[in-house]
């Protein structure tokens, strides 16, 4: 009796987990996916864009693959960082991979981070204010520090509550403006060219950039009750909620608005496609929801990198100073996190801040297929048909996103370009000077788990 009583406690504390990780991973999607990202997939995909979200969780469900065979394997509060440097070795590849996923989640906060400001400040017509903008998305991102160095639980029970909030208001909009506008208007209206596939796999890079929060919760299996269980379960989970929420809110500004103007208003697309379907009181309710789903995806995010670098520092994977600063590794790490993304905040626009993450996380996506695929497929029990495909989904968007970026912004695939050498660089400097050699990640609660 006692036994089955612990069973049904085990039970009931892995869903609490198991929810919490939802909150957690949504959060950081949610946040970036739907209020950033629609028009800039719209304005590449055309009338078709809801199939790039399509695309974009089938390309993601493929590389979750990787990431949920190497956490049922070994559970684990390294995340990412686990899995490449179980891969590769505590060396460069997997260093260097370990920052470009940190950086990328970095630029995600500046993505949302503008992305409320342009929500917030779009009801008094100051969307196209730059400054105003820019001092709108550094608040938030000082927010986001003051709430997380507040701790561990305002951050998580913030999330959820954020997280439900959001996801019940967005799909009550998509709802209501599909109910409203039918698929007799708007976009859907419009005839579509198949003669672009280029432009249409090029979308799906940034559809992709709007599922990558589900790699957060990698980072979190050594809290997880029966991670072996629930972490798989809680990524596919958060993926399978975000592709409802997206294609639901994809159909409801297709409906409601044509492409141009999707394009016209690409970063408030949402309020944008409010306003005729639902009139004002529906668009000041999208702005409200805007406004704390961006929020908690900011928050939620400064979390994950913060907690990254801070495992990256102590597995002597990257360099670390206080510059004077008092408390631990993880407040300095808070206080790197708001500075960087504060700073991208300020000086880029939203299309080159997504197109920047969108090149850093593929890239690492990528070498963690290989180095899973080339050193660890028979040890996780990983089939290799599965971390080919991945791989070549990868391979694909990313080519056809860099083509289109060199003939629409070829100044943005240099950046990135500059910014991936710079990182492999100086993690080489950094591992061939430093003269303690980068530890390997050990979670004891995993440990006695398993």
């Given at each position: 009796?006692?036994?089955?009583?612990?069973?049904?406690?085990?039970?009931?504390?892995?869903?609490?987990?198991?929810?919490?990780?939802?909150?957690?991973?949504?959060?950081?999607?949610?946040?970036?996916?739907?209020?950033?990202?629609?028009?800039?997939?719209?304005?590449?995909?055309?009338?078709?864009?809801?199939?790039?979200?399509?695309?974009?969780?089938?390309?993601?469900?493929?590389?979750?693959?990787?990431?949920?065979?190497?956490?049922?394997?070994?559970?684990?509060?390294?995340?990412?960082?686990?899995?490449?440097?179980?891969?590769?070795?505590?060396?460069?590849?997997?260093?260097?991979?370990?920052?470009?996923?940190?950086?990328?989640?970095?630029?995600?906060?500046?993505?949302?981070?503008?992305?409320?400001?342009?929500?917030?400040?779009?009801?008094?017509?100051?969307?196209?204010?730059?400054?105003?903008?820019?001092?709108?998305?550094?608040?938030?991102?000082?927010?986001?520090?003051?709430?997380?160095?507040?701790?561990?639980?305002?951050?998580?029970?913030?999330?959820?509550?954020?997280?439900?909030?959001?996801?019940?208001?967005?799909?009550?909009?998509?709802?209501?403006?599909?109910?409203?506008?039918?698929?007799?208007?708007?976009?859907?209206?419009?005839?579509?060219?198949?003669?672009?596939?280029?432009?249409?796999?090029?979308?799906?890079?940034?559809?992709?950039?709007?599922?990558?929060?589900?790699?957060?919760?990698?980072?979190?299996?050594?809290?997880?009750?029966?991670?072996?269980?629930?972490?798989?379960?809680?990524?596919?989970?958060?993926?399978?909620?975000?592709?409802?929420?997206?294609?639901?809110?994809?159909?409801?500004?297709?409906?409601?608005?044509?492409?141009?103007?999707?394009?016209?208003?690409?970063?408030?697309?949402?309020?944008?496609?409010?306003?005729?379907?639902?009139?004002?009181?529906?668009?000041?309710?999208?702005?409200?929801i805007a406004i704390a789903a961006t929020t908690s995806g900011v928050i939620a995010s400064v979390f994950a990198v913060s907690r990254m670098l801070a495992m990256l520092t102590d597995m002597k994977m990257i360099p670390h100073s206080h510059f004077g600063m008092s408390g631990g590794i993880r407040s300095h790490m808070l206080v790197y996190t708001v500075v960087i993304a504060g700073t991208l905040a300020v000086l880029f626009d939203l299309s080159r801040i997504a197109s920047l993450g969108a090149f850093f996380y593929l890239v690492m996506d990528m070498l963690v297929h290989w180095g899973v695929l080339r050193h660890l497929r028979?040890?996780?029990?990983?089939?290799?048909?599965?971390?080919?495909?991945?791989?070549?989904?990868?391979?694909?968007?990313?080519?056809?996103?860099?083509?289109?970026?060199?003939?629409?912004?070829?100044?943005?695939?240099?950046?990135?370009?500059?910014?991936?050498?710079?990182?492999?660089?100086?993690?080489?400097?950094?591992?061939?000077?430093?003269?303690?050699?980068?530890?390997?990640?050990?979670?004891?609660?995993?440990?006695?788990?398993?």
């Amino acid at each position: 009796m006692q036994d089955h009583e612990h069973e049904n406690q085990s039970e009931t504390a892995g869903s609490i987990t198991l929810l919490g990780g939802v909150a957690m991973g949504t959060g950081v999607m949610i946040g970036a996916g739907i209020f950033a990202l629609t028009g800039q997939i719209a304005e590449l995909a055309g009338p078709l864009f809801p199939l790039s979200f399509i695309a974009g969780a089938l390309v993601t469900s493929l590389a979750a693959y990787s990431y949920i065979k190497m956490s049922n394997k070994w559970p684990s509060s390294g995340g990412i960082a686990m899995i490449l440097q179980k891969a590769y070795g505590p060396g460069v590849i997997a260093a260097s991979a370990s920052l470009l996923m940190a950086l990328s989640m970095v630029i995600n906060e500046s993505l949302v981070a503008r992305t409320f400001a342009t929500y917030a400040l779009r009801p008094f017509g100051l969307e196209s204010s730059g400054w105003l903008v820019s001092l709108a998305a550094l608040a938030l991102i000082i927010f986001a520090y003051l709430v997380n160095a507040a701790g561990n639980k305002s951050v998580s029970g913030f999330s959820l509550i954020m997280s439900a909030i959001k996801i019940g208001g967005i799909a009550l909009f998509a709802v209501a403006a599909i109910w409203a506008s039918g698929f007799s208007s708007g976009a859907f209206s419009q005839p579509v060219s198949m003669t672009n596939a280029e432009a249409m796999l090029a979308s799906v890079a940034f559809s992709i950039l709007a599922f990558k929060g589900f790699t957060t919760i990698t980072n979190s299996g050594g809290e997880i009750v029966d991670p072996h269980k629930n972490v798989g379960r809680t990524i596919m989970i958060s993926i399978a909620v975000c592709i409802v929420i997206y294609l639901l809110v994809a159909l409801a500004v297709g409906s409601s608005l044509s492409i141009s103007e999707i394009v016209e208003a690409r970063d408030y697309s949402l309020a944008a496609a409010a306003r005729p379907a639902l009139g004002e009181l529906g668009f000041y309710f999208t702005v409200a929801i805007a406004i704390a789903a961006t929020t908690s995806g900011v928050i939620a995010s400064v979390f994950a990198v913060s907690r990254m670098l801070a495992m990256l520092t102590d597995m002597k994977m990257i360099p670390h100073s206080h510059f004077g600063m008092s408390g631990g590794i993880r407040s300095h790490m808070l206080v790197y996190t708001v500075v960087i993304a504060g700073t991208l905040a300020v000086l880029f626009d939203l299309s080159r801040i997504a197109s920047l993450g969108a090149f850093f996380y593929l890239v690492m996506d990528m070498l963690v297929h290989w180095g899973v695929l080339r050193h660890l497929r028979k040890e996780v029990g990983a089939r290799a048909t599965i971390l080919l495909t991945a791989l070549a989904a990868d391979g694909v968007v990313l080519a056809a996103f860099t083509a289109a970026k060199l003939r629409s912004d070829p100044a943005v695939v240099a950046y990135a370009a500059i910014g991936i050498v710079a990182v492999f660089v100086g993690e080489w400097i950094y591992l061939s000077h430093n003269s303690e050699a980068p530890a390997s990640h050990k979670d004891d609660r995993s440990e006695e788990k398993s």
